[in-house]
């Protein structure tokens, strides 16, 4: 009966985990999603499961500067927690690429952390390659 307890609590906390992305193995990134984009659309949107109420939130990181602008950054409640005390949302984070990256084709990276800003410890890394392409 305690075995059982003990590989159900298991199997729960690693649930737990991949669902809300907390888990990386030594909190190494990895490459979460590939995004592409065109010159035709030069703005895109990451969105991220979040619970601002823990104390955590998504913080960028890192990011190229001289391809990429973050332009917009808010959290939007889940319908379903906007009842609730506690409940989670998204958080979204809006960039845009600069006219002059879309001259070559290139890659860049950008790294989110979901972390409390005041002590910046990260329970989960995401990590975007942004493929900057030529309309075709």
Known sequence: MVQWLLRSLFILILG?????????????????SQI??????????ILLKSNPTTGFTWILKDYDSKLIQPIGKAYI????????IGGGGYQKFVFT???KAFDTPQTTF???????????????INKYKVIINHDN
Do not use: E
Request: charged share 10%.
């Open 16 to 32: 737990y985990c991949s669902f809300f992305g907390l888990c990386h193995a030594n909190n190494a990134p990895i490459v979460d």
């Open 97 to 99: 690429v600069h006219p």
């Open 110 to 124: 950008i790294t989110l952390i979901y972390a409390r800003p005041w002590n910046m410890n990260s329970v989960g």
């Open 36 to 45: 592409v984009v065109q010159k035709s659309a030069p703005t895109f949107t």
């Open 77 to 84: 409640p889940s319908p379903k927690s906007k009842k609730l």
